[in-house]
């Protein structure tokens, strides 16, 4: 079976390897395991890293990186939970999700709404990331809300704070496409920084204001904490939600301190809550996300793939790889 294997930076290959191998049944009372086949999965920006040789694993440990927002099947099983056959999301661990097959626990996985298509319900993966960093928010209705970064992630944002009741949605990007989407996810205004000083023109829509809740969709190596604080008013409050490197380097953390402001980190959302209410809230209508799958490549592809998501061509937010076992049904 295929598996991707990176061989240099930004080189992505598709190799032949063993399939995988259930181990014996765990003892009562312990949660068992599956054999996961991928049929459709997403790209993320925190698969670029791999994909570029930035993460601290790069090159130990390369096979099977780096994918995992996904849906697909059972194919066999140790537990009781699940049965072969039966359609799932998993998320694998440290996103090591790249095989044709792979073991990862029961528990590790959701059932998809029958309602939903696989291409769409893939993005309950994402959304329930953000559901599981929005809880960590007070009440958000009627407040003014800056959302740095327009990709994927913060369009997403932009939907749910909208829906829950944000008096304005102000939408930062470098990127006139990625903007021009926003909108159309909930946004009340956008600008684009490499045009607008983004503080004078958040000012200006807010009456004067600085933001109540700042929100960092951007993360890695594109340092924009700075950025944050600035936007940030007098108390308010930062959603630090994109993976940051290793170090962040040049924080005015004294301009922080002295706002008075509250910070709040997101990782590792609960799959008995986050990932099942962000699939029944995609099946129910209640959030649309389809406006962001931009892109569909078959896994032969994938190299495109990757190289579309990292360079945002063509308006790329949400790229979809499809496995062989997508065209088997």
């Known amino acids: 079976m295929l598996a991707g294997h990176f061989p240099a930076p930004h080189r992505i290959e598709l190799i032949d390897v063993p399939e995988p191998q259930l181990p014996p049944a765990p003892p009562p009372g312990q949660s068992g ?20 040789g930035e993460a601290p694993e790069f090159p130990a440990r390369t096979r099977g990186h780096s994918l995992h927002e996904m849906v697909g099947r059972v194919t066999a099983t140790n537990g009781s939970r699940w049965k072969p056959g039966d359609w799932v999301l998993t998320v694998p661990v440290n996103q090591c999700g790249m095989f044709e097959r792979y073991v990862v626990g029961e528990d590790r996985a959701i059932p998809l709404d029958p309602r939903l298509d696989k291409h769409h319900s893939v993005l309950a993966q994402p959304l329930g990331t953000v559901l599981y960093a929005l809880k960590k928010l007070p009440n958000v209705l009627d407040k003014d809300v800056v959302i740095v970064g ?3 992630i913060g369009q997403m944002y932009a939907r749910m704070l909208a829906n829950m009741g944000a008096r304005e949605v102000i939408v930062l990007d470098k990127l006139d496409s990625r903007l021009a989407l926003a909108p159309k996810m909930g946004a009340t205004a956008t600008i684009n920084v490499t045009r607008e000083d983004p503080v004078a023109r958040v000012q200006s829509l807010l009456g004067g204001e600085l933001a109540d809740i700042v929100v960092e969709a951007v993360g890695h190596a594109d340092q924009v904490l700075n950025t944050c604080i600035s936007l940030v008013r007098h108390g308010g409050r930062i959603l630090y939600f994109g993976v940051p490197p290793e170090q962040i380097d040049g924080v005015r953390w004294r301009d ?30 209640r959030v649309d996300l389809r406006p962001l799958i931009t892109h569909t490549y078959p896994l032969a592809q994938v190299q495109t793939a990757f190289e579309t998501f990292r360079d945002r061509r063509d308006g790329a937010q949400k790229v979809l790889l499809e496995f062989p076992a997508f065209g088997r049904g």
Not at 34 to 50: M, N, Q, R
Not at 266 to 284: K, T
């Open 256 to 285: 922080f301190f002295y706002k008075n402001a509250t910070i709040h980190t997101s990782v590792n959302p609960d799959f008995r809550r986050d990932f099942p209410l962000a699939m029944r809230w995609l099946a129910e209508g």
């Open 33 to 52: 395991q599956i054999v996961f086949e991928p049929h459709i999965a997403c790209l993320c920006g925190s698969d670029l890293p791999y994909f570029n």
């Open 150 to 152: 327009a990709g994927p």
